[in-house]
């Protein structure tokens, strides 16, 4: 953000090692600050320079986007893609490569998982907001409780007719465990 502004939107969420940078402005004299909209996912080590990333969009880890480039609502750039400078991608492509080209549509089932990364993070968020407010106190107790209740079998318990409470402070939200995660349903 030194010689442009740089915007995000609620609910988006730029991952560990990324860099997002702007230009003054283009060789015609257009002003190109970064934007990216809301509920917007961006993978690990990406490069984001003077582009926009409308609402809902998903870009992989390692991918870099150079100036001037668009990635329409619901559209997707894979992993360790370059997308050149001033390339359009349209609303509910995939595009891939070096440099990135049109692979195929997404599926109502990829847009789904676009938004649900989206709350997946939001919720996250929430979790680390909460264990980093608590005192230290707080913490020496769970790690006491943690180990008291780790390696018990629940399978093995059951049969004994044994069963152990979980305190609640120990239980992640559900959508924070991929294999957890609720499904989306799909409009047809």
Known sequence: GDVNSIRIGSGSNIQDNSLVHVAKTNISGKVLPTIIGSNVTVGHSAVLHACTIEDEAFVGMGATLLDGVVVEKHSMVGAGSLVKQNTRIPSGEVW?????????????EEITFIAQSAANYINLAHVHATENSKSFDEIELEKKLRKKFAHKD????????????????????DNILPDKAPKAAVAH
């Open 154 to 173: 629940e399978e093995y318990d059951s049969m004994l007719g044994v069963v152990r409470e979980i305190p609640p402070q120990l239980i992640l939200p």
């Open 96 to 108: 891939v490569g070096n440099p990135a080209k049109f692979l195929r549509k997404l599926t109502e």
